[in-house]
């Protein structure tokens, strides 16, 4: 199989005050991957989640063929998370 040209990736944020939120968009992507994705289907689906996922993500993830890692917060600029930084790696 060839190499894809990119992963997908998308990093919610289940440690903190918002994580029902994070849980809700989470879910929302993971449906929208599998019915409109198409063929970037074929691509690499990565979810590089901010505290553990909750196991409504993680079945949904496993549907999608997607990848989950674990990463703890990153505080930096006066307490200001960037947590985006996992999805570079």
Partial sequence: MPQQPFDVVTVPDFSGKNARLFELRALFFLAFWLEYAGSCRDYPLHLACIGPPPESVRRLA????????????????????????PALR
């Fill in 62 to 85: 496993a549907r999608c063929n997607a990848a989950i890692t674990i990463h703890t917060p990153v505080q930096a600029n006066h307490g200001q998370t960037i947590n985006k930084a």
